[in-house]
């Protein structure tokens, strides 16, 4: 089997980085949004759904704004994108997604904390996301708490979701 970013070898998984999003992200990026939801939402959205939701990745230009006017943190392994993170107004988490290859990994823990710090040292005291019924459990587990329900409607589906939100502890001093 070769080895691959999405398929690590047996020997050792290569550990994640984190970086600034780059223009020349967009395509890669769009790609691992349309992957994610094809894999990994299956069982919480229908086709449909699934469908509706890639949509949002088909004008990657505009995808590409949108992550641009955001604070975008992107994880690479092996300096291959396998998530990212955009934050908006340093307290909404508008979108987290991680390579279906790379999934259960620490990705998305890697991503979450790296906005969690940032909200914090921007002076944020909480952290809210409107998560998939896919990622409620994954922020669950990270301490956000459910606010409410919510219907979003792309074209002609719909999707759940549910407004999640967490206080963010204080920032630990750094000892000398």
Same mark, same amino acid.
């Given at each position: 089997? @070769?080895?691959?970013?999405? @398929?690590?070898?047996?020997?050792? !998984?290569?550990?994640?980085?984190?970086?600034?999003?780059?223009?020349? =992200?967009?395509?890669?990026?769009?790609?691992?949004?349309? @992957?994610?939801?094809?894999?990994?939402?299956?069982? =919480?959205?229908?086709?449909?759904?699934?469908?509706?939701?890639?949509?949002?990745?088909?004008?990657?230009?505009?995808?590409?704004?949108?992550?641009?006017?955001?604070?975008?943190?992107?994880?690479?392994?092996?300096?291959?994108?396998?998530?990212?993170?955009?934050?908006?107004?340093?307290?909404?988490?508008?979108?987290?997604?991680?390579?279906?290859?790379?999934?259960?990994?620490?990705?998305?823990?890697? !991503?979450?904390? @790296?906005?969690?710090?940032?909200?914090?040292? *921007?002076?944020? =005291?909480?952290?809210?996301?409107?998560?998939?019924?896919?990622?409620?459990?994954?922020?669950?587990? *990270?301490?956000?708490?459910?606010?409410? *329900?919510?219907?979003?409607? !792309?074209?002609?589906?719909? !999707?759940?979701?549910?407004?999640?939100?967490?206080?963010?502890?204080?920032?630990?001093?750094?000892?000398?």
């Amino acid at each position: 089997m @070769a080895k691959t970013p999405h @398929a690590p070898s047996e020997e050792g !998984l290569p550990r994640p980085a984190l970086r600034p999003l780059l223009p020349a =992200d967009t395509e890669a990026l769009a790609a691992l949004f349309r @992957a994610s939801i094809e894999e990994l939402t299956g069982e =919480d959205y229908d086709t449909d759904q699934q469908e509706a939701w890639i949509r949002a990745a088909d004008d990657e230009a505009a995808f590409g704004a949108r992550l641009a006017a955001e604070l975008t943190l992107v994880a690479t392994m092996g300096g291959t994108p396998v998530g990212f993170i955009a934050l908006k107004d340093d307290a909404l988490i508008d979108m987290l997604y991680v390579h279906p290859g790379v999934a259960g990994q620490g990705v998305g823990t890697l !991503l979450c904390e @790296a906005g969690e710090t940032i909200a914090k040292a *921007r002076g944020k =005291d909480t952290l809210t996301v409107d998560a998939s019924d896919t990622a409620q459990r994954f922020f669950a587990r *990270r301490g956000y708490v459910p606010q409410r *329900r919510n219907t979003v409607t !792309l074209g002609n589906a719909w !999707l759940g979701n549910t407004t999640m939100q967490k206080t963010l502890p204080e920032l630990k001093a750094k000892s000398s």
